[in-house]
């Protein structure tokens, strides 16, 4: 009975050893995601598809700013001649054969309304920095195409208190949701420099995780050089 007994209780130990081991589990998306922001990559996407019963130009511009100065300092144009839906008839202004036809309408989104393609997001990416001076992105109009950008960063103004050490230290944000209207400059994503606080003789970036689309947020008084990354919609007649 001892024996059984023993045996019992070891049985039940090994149970509860085995119901607190660490088991390897597969890695989820999250877990990818964290590494690689904390490499460099950052990736924000906004939702267009209320645009896509018409067609608009769609023109990014790439703003940047000093100090807390409220005008951008220069505007770079990005994406000249990108539309956020490309029709059939783009394709068949030449005379076509019924085979060229069918494979049209075949890869058509929207065939019956004259459809070929249509892009219903816009993904802002961020890739590591090319050096501490320099760092790059990438903007996806969804189905219609991409291209890249490059920032030109400036170093922080610590007055000595870092030696002579030249510090280059900036920050992604994104922007709330903005209202629609044609024409209109609407902000998608900034990319704000840190600033050195003399009172606690630091250097920091703390406050907002999101900024507000009239640029009212506090951190855009703070930070020295920020650009801001945004897009313009104009109805196609």
Not at 36 to 65: C, H, W
Not at 140 to 152: C, Y
Not at 210 to 222: N, Q, V
Request: proline content about 5%; some cysteine.
């Amino acid at each position: 009975m001892r024996k059984i007994l023993l045996f019992i209780i070891a049985m039940l130990a090994a149970a509860t050893l085995r119901a607190q081991e660490v088991k390897p589990m597969e890695a989820s998306i999250e877990d990818y995601i964290a590494l690689l922001n904390q490499n460099g990559y950052q990736a924000y996407s906004f939702d267009i598809s209320p645009m896509k019963d018409a067609t608009y130009q769609v023109q990014f511009e790439v703003r940047e700013y000093v100090a807390d100065n409220p005008e951008p300092v220069s505007i770079q144009p990005y994406g000249r001649g990108l539309k956020n839906r490309t029709m059939v008839k783009d394709f068949v202004w030449r005379e076509r054969s019924e085979e060229e036809l069918a494979d049209i309408k075949a890869a058509s989104v929207d065939y019956e309304n004259g459809v070929y393609s249509r892009s219903e997001k816009i993904t802002v990416g961020f890739l590591p920095c090319e050096n501490d001076s320099t760092k790059v992105g990438r903007i996806f109009l969804d189905n219609q195409g991409n291209f890249g950008f490059s920032l030109k960063l400036k170093p922080i103004n610590h007055y000595g208190a870092y030696d002579n050490q030249v510090i280059y230290q900036y920050r992604t944000l994104p922007f709330k949701p903005s209202a629609f209207e044609e024409g209109k400059f609407i902000p998608l994503a900034a990319y704000t420099s840190f600033w050195f606080d003399a009172k606690y003789n630091i250097i920091r970036s703390c406050g907002a995780t999101e900024l507000d689309p009239d640029m009212s947020t506090e951190i855009l008084k703070d930070t020295p050089h920020y650009y801001v990354i945004g897009v313009v919609f104009t109805k196609v007649q």
